[in-house]
């Protein structure tokens, strides 16, 4: 396609559209209207700007002064915003810097507090698994001392048992002692009654021996003849029963020693 040539006829029609909307022409907005190129639409701009001041009259010359102005101001305030806005893009610019640098400390302190929270969360994994350590420990040594309660529990109904057992058997022992020595008592009290009674039976079978001799010679002295017979039997029976006697009497004197 060729490209759209703009004319004299077409920047004043494209300017006189413009002032009716209210917007003051330039070559720009005239050119957007027009087409063709920016020296070719300044030029006719020009050429219908001299035009018309011929044609103004002093009112129309005040005008168009009144518009040169207002073009003037407008250019000014265009500078000046452009300005306006260099300056803002500029402490953007430094705002923009300060908040990156402050962005980077920042992150800077994420990343240490991060760091840091992975060592507390190490030391707190470590602690935490010390924890169950100790409480594993703990369980153990309350199962430990549980137990060692029940030993000593049993141990104490054992020693109580054998304390029982152990007053039982003394006061027995004690009874016995006791026994014993009311009995040695009887023993040795028995034993001096035989002990006395072995010294006076010598003593009383000589006696008793004595007795039947007497009474034999007294037979012979007083009895007839006639009886001699039978006495001499009778003292036989004596002299055995002596001889009893005699043998009873060393049994005597021999268990005694």
């Known amino acids: 396609m060729s490209r759209e040539v703009a004319t004299k006829e077409s920047v004043s029609a494209a300017r006189q559209h413009l002032l009716s909307l209210g917007i003051t022409p330039t070559q720009r907005n005239v050119l957007e209207i027009t087409g063709g190129s920016m020296s070719t639409v300044n030029s006719f701009m020009k050429e219908l700007d001299e035009e018309g001041r011929d044609m103004l009259g002093p009112g129309d010359r005040t005008q168009e002064r009144l518009g040169a102005l207002v073009k003037a ?30 962005l980077e400390a920042v992150q800077q302190d994420y990343d240490a507090l991060k760091a840091q929270l992975t060592e507390v969360d ?7 698994d010390e ?9 153990r040594a309350n199962t430990e001392i549980a137990a060692q309660a029940r030993s000593l529990a049993h141990t104490e109904q054992a020693r109580v048992l054998l304390e029982t057992r152990a007053s039982k058997l003394e006061r027995d022992l004690t009874r016995r002692a006791i026994s014993k020595i009311h009995t040695s008592d009887s023993v040795a009290s028995n034993w001096e009654l035989q002990r006395s009674a072995a010294f006076r039976l010598p003593k009383e079978m000589d006696r008793k021996r004595a007795e039947p001799i007497t009474r034999v010679a007294h037979l012979y002295k007083f009895l007839p003849h006639s009886f001699k017979f039978a006495n001499t039997r009778e003292a036989i029976g004596v002299f055995r029963l002596g001889r009893f006697q005699n043998r009873a009497v060393a049994r005597l004197s021999a268990w005694r020693c």
Not at 122 to 128: F, I, L, R, W
Not at 131 to 139: F, L, P, T
């Open 73 to 102: 101001l407008h250019a000014e305030l265009q500078l000046q915003a452009k300005e306006t806005i260099i300056r803002a893009a500029a402490e953007n610019e430094k705002l923009l810097d300060k908040a990156n640098g402050d």
């Open 122 to 128: 190490q030391k707190c994994e470590y602690q935490a």
């Open 131 to 139: 924890c169950a350590k100790v409480i594993g420990e703990n369980n």
